[in-house]
């Protein structure tokens, strides 16, 4: 008999979505992941935005910061405690 994956809800579709890019889902997750983005609009927008920020880090680290110095690249104790609370 056939298996059929279940449906995911939109936290776990972005948890495999992270996962995926680095290669660590089965071939089942995979799947499962795939017809949560074929039905949810809102994930696939977010699956999207994922490759991109994909596409910008790997540019970004290929040519690193051009004329900065590394402590301009870095955010403040402020920024950082500011952005947890935003992304919690």
Known sequence: M???????NCQAAAEMSCRRRDGSLSYYQRVTLAIHLIICAGCRFMDKQ????DIAAKK??????????QQE?????EAR?????IIK
């Open 2 to 8: 056939l298996k059929l994956p279940k449906v995911l």
């Open 50 to 53: 994922f490759a991109l920020l």
């Open 60 to 69: 970004l680290g290929s040519k690193g910061f051009s004329g900065t110095s």
């Open 73 to 77: 690249n870095t955010l403040s104790p």
């Open 81 to 85: 405690e500011k952005l947890k609370k």
